[in-house]
């Protein structure tokens, strides 16, 4: 065991401080103009998007100097309180945001923003009610439209949408949005935020951090698309749900259309051609299946996706209309065992070993927002062009967008439910179990210190796997459910991962990500960085599933790696944090080929997934094969 290197990752002295004059090459394009203009919503897509992003009014307050608190639209002289303007969907923390202020427990940010009743689509007689819609909001929020309170949201990394239409009037309309954030100093879902932050951790982020924009539908619209691929029988499952009256099924009073195409979307959002229709079906119902003649299977070397376009309408209505298109893949994901008897994780019934790379999704400008869209394509395709097939995303949700475009890229995905829970005994739930492996692996009533021992926690967890999964179930990319990581809030695993397999039956499960494991789920799941890479042991799980046909779980490094390369110009502090620090960009290149190599003779031992530390160097962390800035790969070479 490398115990240098081990120590140094325990010693290192916190919340250092953080240059913020670290630009990305999208820097200047995310200050000028409306950022984040593409429609967020993929799979779910309309052609009604009003954006609301850009500059909005904004103010930081004590709750005693608190612009208003209570449950009514503030006094108009109370708007010249607002302190400038900052840039959404950016953090006022970062950057970008033009603020570069910290939220703290206690404060208040408040948003402010007006809009034109003309700004507003000319076709609202066919559209009678308008959404509101917030892509994630850090941590909990009340909305105020005109005066009245519009409705209110709890928890940071995931959507939410509020119907503001009889909230509207002709002229100005005003939002106004009250938002706090307790960070580390609640039991919420805060990933790898620290208000001192350092080391593993990083600067705390509030308030919005992903679009918020608008929409109009009809009276009666397709609210959620819920799309299951049946690899073996060749079809997909369309599960629509409707809005209100008449969303039954079967129903005389509307009529739905189905068509699916190849999709034909370049990377820029505009149709290279007329799409061929390969399926067709008019129906009252809302769950049906449509068969794919010779349909294309989906695989990272050739991510070939479909496009389901619905037409929904009342039957007595001419015009009354909504229209939608998602999208999909045919695939699936097992764990099979081979000739040698190993479990394998196998995709479209083939094995494939995911050979993955950790991602959490920092940025020096935007912190947890990239500053652009081109940005997070140009992290996904770096990590194709390393050779990787994989991404775990850790401790985050990203927009959307990045889902699909890992769908359209052909990247897998394993994704981490987002960790919460009180504060943690970090000797117990890291450094003892990296130091002595048999800690981690021991009895588990050693997770004494995991920060859920609030029940309104364990619900919290329940609440947010379960929205986690309805999410993003519908990207083609997932592969893997990861439920928790390192001990950081875990509780009753079993049951935990019980609780994910009846919500999502297609895909694998990491129920225990580094130590602490229960037997549970799909893997054998471990992390190394400070000893020699050996195969993990595989046993049993105790859940069968229809995706798990061997009972057996399948072996998996699942963090490794961390080679820690500071570039002069490319960091942000001035400490280095990783797990094995070089000197110079060859030894970075002959470690990093070396660990594939020991990577790959494990294959024929039986392991299936590996994930190394990490996409970008973040603040102290200097252990990404991209600096922070992202203008150096240091596979290259050349700086």
Partial sequence: MKIFDAV????????????????????????SGTPWREY????????????????????????????????????????????????????????????????????????????????????????NRLFLHFGAVDERCRIFVNGHMAGTHQGGYLPFSLEITDLIQEGENRILLQCQDDSDQSFHSRGKQMLKRGG?????????????????VPELFIEKVTLTPHFDEGRIKVQISLNGPGSGSPSPDFLLTAQISAQTESADGHADDEPKILAHLSTDQTDFSLVIPHFVP??????????????????????????????????????????????????????????????????????????????MIYDIQSMKKAGFNMIRKHCKIEPLRW?????????????????????????????????????????????????????????????ECRDTIALLYNSPCIAVWVLFNEGWGQFDTEKAA????????????????????????????????????????????????????????????????????????????????????????SQFQQRFAQLKADIQALQSVGLSAAVYTQVSDIEDETNGILTYDRRVNKLDGAL
């Fill in 200 to 216: 593993m951790f990083y600067t705390a982020q509030s308030g919005i951090w992903q679009t918020v924009w608008m929409e109009w």
């Fill in 498 to 585: 019980g609780f994910a397999r009846r919500l999502d039956s297609t895909r694998i499960i990491d129920a225990a990500s580094g130590w602490f494991d229960h037997g549970t789920g799909d893997l054998k799941s471990v992390h190394n960085y400070f000893r020699r890479l050996t195969c993990p042991s595989t046993s049993s799980t105790t859940q069968k599933s229809p995706v798990n046909r061997t009972g057996i779980r399948a072996a998996a490094i699942t963090e490794y790696g961390g080679l820690a390369l500071p570039l002069p110009g490319h960091v942000s502090t001035d400490q280095v944090y990783g797990y094995r620090n070089l000197k110079s960009p």
């Fill in 403 to 463: 889902y699909y475009h890992c769908d359209r890229l052909g990247m897998l995905v394993w994704q981490d439910m987002v960790n919460g829970g009180a504060s943690y005994d970090m000797k117990s739930l890291c450094y003892l179990p990296t130091v002595l492996p048999a800690y981690g692996s021991g009895p588990h009533d050693r997770l004494r210190a995991t920060g859920r021992a609030e029940p309104d926690s364990r619900r919290e967890w329940y609440r």
């Fill in 40 to 127: 967020p919503r993929p799979q779910l897509k309309r052609d009604c998007f009003i954006s609301l992003n850009g500059p909005w009014d904004y103010a930081i307050t004590t709750e005693a100097q608190a612009v208003q608190s209570c449950d009514s639209w503030p006094a108009p002289d109370s708007l010249s309180r607002f302190q400038g303007k900052i840039r959404v969907p950016f953090s006022p923390e970062s950057p970008l945001s033009s603020v570069s202020r910290q939220l703290l427990p206690g404060q208040t940010l408040w948003y402010g923003r007006s809009f034109q009743l003309y700004d507003l689509p000319e076709h609202r007689q066919l559209r």
């Fill in 298 to 375: 989906w695989t990272p070397d050739n991510p070939f996706l479909y496009d389901l376009h619905l037409t929904l309408r009342r039957k007595l209505s001419k015009t009354e209309q909504d229209k939608v298109t998602a999208y999909f893949a045919m695939r699936c994901f097992t764990v099979e065992q081979d000739q040698a008897g190993y479990a394998r994780l196998c995709l479209n019934h083939r094995p494939l070993f995911h050979n993955g790379v950790l991602d959490q999704g920092y940025w020096p400008d935007g912190l947890y927002t990239a500053p652009c869209d081109e940005a």
């Fill in 8 to 31: 140094k990752t325990i010693s290192l002295k916190k919340d250092s401080p953080v240059s913020h004059n670290l630009q990305t090459p999208w820097t200047s394009q995310a200050m």
